[in-house]
């Protein structure tokens, strides 16, 4: 028993070495971490933009679109601004009505968007790699700052 014991630990030794040499000798691969969106090329009405991006798609589930939550009149900046991020295989109905709760209580437009392939039915993410995450990660940023006058 003994042996065996020793046999296994050894095996798992060698395993571990094996992930590690691996883990550090493959290259990473390489991000362009520059947001490269100009918040300046969004136009005046923010909701018929969000409406003709969407619209590109027949598929998405309807109520998951990405979306303005106005706190005031239509178009009117707040103080503040939420920027909704779903989670990973999620939609912007996750975690609701927190969303919607923080922006009243702050006065603020909400600002939901949809990440790359999700509220379309049938998974179409795309194939999961860091530049894949980073680059539709900044995207809602300036759309929620265009939402904000702080």
């Known amino acids: 028993m ?3 014991g020793k046999i296994v630990g050894q095996g ?3 395993l571990s070495v094996l992930l590690a040499a691996i883990w550090f000798l493959t290259p990473p691969e390489r991000m362009d971490r ?3 969106f100009d918040p300046a090329s969004l136009p005046e009405n923010l909701d ?6 969407e619209r590109r798609f027949d598929d998405i589930v309807p109520g998951v679109e990405k979306r303005i939550v106005w706190a005031g009149e239509k178009g009117a900046k707040t103080r503040l601004a939420v920027v909704y991020i779903h989670g ?3 939609t912007s109905e996750e975690i609701r009505p927190v969303p919607d709760l923080v922006a009243e209580a702050l006065g603020a437009n909400l600002f939901f968007t949809r990440l790359t392939g999700h509220g379309r039915g049938a998974p179409r993410w795309p194939k999961p790699r860091p530049v894949t995450g ?3 990660s900044p995207r809602p940023l300036p759309s929620g700052a265009a939402l904000a006058t702080a």
């Open 2 to 4: 003994r042996r065996f």
């Open 88 to 90: 990973f295989s999620a």
């Open 134 to 136: 980073w680059k539709i």
């Open 48 to 53: 018929d933009y969000l409406d003709i991006s």
């Open 34 to 36: 520059a947001v490269t």
């Open 12 to 14: 798992l030794f060698l």
